[in-house]
């Protein structure tokens, strides 16, 4: 009995491997990039434009360039900001949670001005609880979900950068 149970998770261990890899998954990998270089115009001192600058920079496919006339395609980025929005009320009238919104506008266009991506504007938001007891706490958690929306904004658009139709 011992012995069939040992054999059937050997067995198990070899199938998972081979039905994941049949199925078609696999990790995403480096972007691939039409262009071969890239500018970044804009939130120069901003922590989402030192993420952005710092994701590129690590870009195997891509190099970012300091002249916008050495550059490809010029990433511009237009518009960028946080915003905090009261979501819910307690019978007191205390808020309850907020809401935390991030915009970043942002196009795509060549060192001459032909656009490779109209302005495009990309939203994300994260809902948090709120309690006046903890004041501290929910600050710094605030500050973590701020951080994790840019994350996930420059994976955004450096997906958007790899799908770009240059034509």
Not at 107 to 123: D, E, H
Request: proline letters at 3%.
């Amino acid at each position: 009995m011992i012995l069939n149970m040992r054999w059937m998770k050997f067995g198990m261990m070899l199938i998972v491997p081979v039905l994941i890899a049949a199925c078609g998954f696999h990790l995403r990998g480096a972007s691939e990039f039409p262009f071969k270089t890239i500018y970044v115009v804009g939130s120069e001192a901003t922590p989402f434009g030192a993420a952005l600058r710092r994701n590129l920079k690590e870009q195997e496919n891509a190099r970012l360039v300091d002249s916008e006339a050495d550059a490809d395609v010029v990433l511009q980025l237009i518009a960028e900001r946080p915003e905090k929005v009261i979501l819910s009320l307690t019978v007191q009238g205390l808020v309850r949670e907020y809401t935390l919104n991030s915009y970043l506008t942002f196009q795509v266009r060549n060192a001459y001005g032909k656009i490779y991506l109209a302005p495009t504007t990309i939203v994300l938001h994260r809902t948090i609880s709120y309690n006046e007891n903890v004041v501290l706490s929910k600050a710094a958690e605030e500050t973590m979900l701020y951080k994790d929306m840019q994350g996930d904004m420059v994976q955004q658009v450096v997906r958007r950068l790899s799908v770009l139709n240059m034509e």
